[in-house]
């Protein structure tokens, strides 16, 4: 489970300004995207590696990252993280919140969807700390 810990770690991550931010791929180069930020943090001795031009991918001894990952910090969920809009109605942010509603097309949202439809990660960071 993701625990407060964690869950403030991730948050300070994605505000501190250390990461750049990527849309398609965990990381690029040395920009990633927010669910890229949250791998980093847990990956432990896990590397880094790169696959494809600029793109990289993780890896242990139990799969590809962030599948294992997801599995063990969001259980019942999948590598990119559901939430359900009328979860996301109730953030504190409200016009974000309404951004992000009119942006779904049915009736949950993605980080990543997120992530890659250009939400900053100061505001995905809210989504978190509001909806996680």
Do not use: H
């Not at 991550?13 to 990633?32: E, F, I, P």
């Not at 962030?66 to 942010?93: D, H, R």
């Not at 974000?96 to 939400?119: E, H, P, Q």
Request: charged share 25%.
């Amino acid at each position: 489970m993701l625990t407060k810990t964690l869950k403030n770690k991730w948050i300070k991550a994605l505000t501190g300004g250390k990461y750049k931010q990527t849309k398609g791929s965990l990381r690029r180069g040395n920009s990633y995207c927010c669910l890229g930020v949250f791998c980093d943090i847990v990956k432990g001795k896990s590397k880094w590696n790169r696959f494809i031009g600029t793109s990289y991918s993780l890896m242990d001894q139990e799969g590809i990252l962030p599948a294992t990952i997801t599995s063990k910090y969001f259980p019942n969920n999948s590598n990119t993280v559901f939430l359900k809009k009328e979860t996301i109605s109730k953030m504190k942010n409200k016009a974000l919140s309404k951004r992000i509603v009119r942006y779904c097309s049915s009736d949950t949202v993605t980080l990543a969807g997120l992530n890659d439809r250009g939400f900053t990660f100061k505001e995905i960071a809210e989504v978190i700390k509001d909806c996680l």
